[in-house]
């Protein structure tokens, strides 16, 4: 980084500004930052972003109305440097309880599915597109997919991942910005930002359907292997 940006940046990092942008965005994603001071908008790649940082802006998050009907925010967790990215829709009940994502039966499975694949749910980092329960468990509402995606992305820059499984049609259809149906998005490795990205069954989807279990075995082992080949 050249001497005349870094001295931008200590200055603006003295101003109290506090910038970030994920390498994995294109400059239509790209929020808007304020100064206080100056109410200028700044676009550019300033400073990196912190995990410190970005828990801090999605537990006082009010971007969307959620905000109002949530017990607390589920930022995500797992390993914070882990090679799998696994991305759901948004936290249940349980997780709105216990701001933790995939704790309710759909995580149960979750975990099973993941020990199938010698996975750990350690080893892994799960979050979700949504940070927030959406009442009665309904779909996202599309102006709650913008507002939140920021965070995701953010996430995403913090532990550049090695694969990312979209969990369900939701994760599937937001995270490659396509109606297609989640039937059709699995066994194929997707891209996102250069990422391998791969879409499976949701569990709570698998839970109502066991006759789908074992398309989502091959998932699995699909997912697996395109993993192996990225060595
Ligand atoms: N379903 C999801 O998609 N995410 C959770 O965290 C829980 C259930």
New binding site residues.
């Given amino acids: 980084m050249a001497l005349s940006e870094i001295n931008r940046l200590q200055y603006l990092d003295a101003m109290g500004v506090t910038v970030w942008q994920s390498k994995f965005m294109t400059d239509s994603t790209i929020a808007p930052i304020e100064f206080d001071a100056h109410h200028v908008v700044l676009t550019e790649v300033i400073i990196p972003d912190s995990w410190e940082k970005c828990r801090a802006d999605v537990s006082g998050c009010k971007l969307c109305t959620l905000c109002t009907t949530r017990t607390q925010t589920?930022f995500g967790e797992g390993n914070e440097n882990a090679d799998w990215l696994f991305i759901?829709?948004?936290?249940?009940q349980?997780?709105d309880e216990q701001g933790?994502?995939?704790?309710?039966d759909?995580?149960q499975l979750l975990t099973e599915m993941l020990r199938a694949m010698n996975l750990t749910r350690n080893e892994i980092f799960?979050a979700?597109?949504l940070k927030c329960r959406p009442p009665q468990n309904r779909d996202p509402h599309v102006d709650e997919i913008k507002q939140c995606r920021n965070y995701l992305q953010r996430q995403i820059a913090l532990i550049q991942p090695k694969i990312i499984i979209a969990?369900?049609r939701?994760?599937a259809q937001t995270l490659l910005e396509t109606p297609e149906k989640i039937g059709k998005l699995r066994g194929t490795v997707h891209q996102v930002e250069n990422i391998p990205l791969i879409a499976i069954y949701?569990?709570?989807y698998l839970l109502r359907s066991l006759t789908e279990k074992r398309k989502a075995w091959h998932d699995l082992q699909f997912a697996l292997q395109t993993f192996k080949q990225l060595h």
Avoid: M
């Fill in positions: 589920v759901g829709e948004a936290p249940g349980q997780e933790r994502p995939f704790i309710g759909a995580g799960i979700n597109i969990v369900g939701i994760a949701h569990p709570s």
